[in-house]
């Protein structure tokens, strides 16, 4: 896509969008390192219903390393691949009163060096608590810049260091948000809302739904 039409692209979510958000609720930079591993194929609403009750019991690293593998899993049975989730939180939280105080820290490489935690995970982070210009790509970005022709790529790493190539600076800070919802809402998956698409005219994808 032709850097006119990308910024073209981004001053129109922008416009629809002023101050996007993550979806997932949270009140410390924990919990919101908490969800988002939460979040690995599971639905922002999903996890927001497990996580009401569990960080009113478990509101940080040391509450949450005290309750235990076997406990935690109570609280997240209804979200996909809750043993192994569980088994990761306990063991980040462990990590992270042992190597930083319970402090979630400002460094991609000890964010990644925590159980649980990739690059797409530490992307959210570094974006939404440190506010650095990161562009997380999960499916919903990877399916659009794709079919847009945003940003092409065969893997998650290539069409993300695509976008931070492409994505003039102004809009970086919150591409990743925009780009989610509009693939969450609108360019969805299985039937694109292509009539209601406010990028429509800009994008290159050939089967443009009709209804």
């Given at each position: 896509?032709?850097?006119?039409?990308?910024r073209t692209l981004f001053e129109r979510l922008a416009a629809g969008t002023p101050q996007p958000?993550?979806?997932?609720?949270?009140?410390?930079?924990?919990?919101?390192?908490?969800?988002?591993?939460?979040?690995?194929?599971?639905?922002?609403?999903?996890?927001?219903?497990?996580?009401?009750?569990?960080?009113?019991?478990?509101?940080?690293?040391?509450?949450?390393?005290?309750?235990?593998?076997?406990?935690?899993?109570?609280?997240?049975?209804?979200?996909?691949?809750?043993?192994?989730?569980?088994?990761?939180?306990?063991?980040?939280?462990?990590?992270?009163?042992?190597?930083?105080?319970?402090?979630?820290?400002?460094?991609?490489?000890?964010?990644?060096?925590?159980?649980?935690?990739?690059?797409?995970?530490?992307?959210?982070?570094?974006?939404?608590?440190?506010?650095?210009?990161?562009?997380?790509?999960?499916?919903?970005?990877?399916?659009?810049?794709?079919?847009?022709?945003?940003?092409?790529?065969?893997?998650?790493?290539?069409?993300?260091?695509?976008?931070?190539?492409?994505?003039?600076?102004?809009?970086?800070?919150?591409?990743?948000?925009?780009?989610?919802?509009?693939?969450?809402?609108?360019?969805?998956?299985?039937?694109?809302?292509?009539?209601?698409?406010?990028?429509?005219?800009?994008?290159?994808?050939?089967?443009?739904?009709?209804?």
């Amino acid at each position: 896509m032709p850097p006119e039409k990308i910024r073209t692209l981004f001053e129109r979510l922008a416009a629809g969008t002023p101050q996007p958000a993550t979806e997932l609720r949270y009140r410390t930079p924990y919990q919101l390192l908490v969800a988002v591993i939460l979040s690995a194929q599971a639905t922002d609403r999903g996890v927001n219903r497990a996580t009401g009750p569990l960080f009113k019991d478990a509101p940080t690293a040391e509450a949450m390393a005290a309750l235990g593998e076997e406990k935690l899993t109570g609280y997240i049975q209804t979200i996909g691949l809750y043993r192994t989730k569980a088994k990761n939180v306990i063991a980040m939280s462990r990590l992270l009163l042992e190597r930083h105080g319970g402090q979630v820290p400002h460094s991609r490489e000890a964010l990644e060096a925590l159980p649980g935690v990739g690059r797409k995970t530490a992307n959210v982070i570094l974006n939404v608590v440190f506010h650095e210009p990161t562009i997380a790509v999960d499916t919903h970005i990877f399916r659009l810049a794709n079919r847009t022709g945003l940003a092409a790529g065969k893997d998650v790493i290539a069409v993300e260091n695509k976008l931070l190539k492409a994505v003039p600076p102004q809009f970086r800070q919150h591409a990743h948000h925009w780009l989610i919802l509009h693939g969450r809402y609108v360019c969805k998956a299985r039937k694109p809302g292509c009539p209601r698409c406010i990028i429509r005219d800009l994008c290159a994808y050939r089967d443009k739904t009709k209804d």
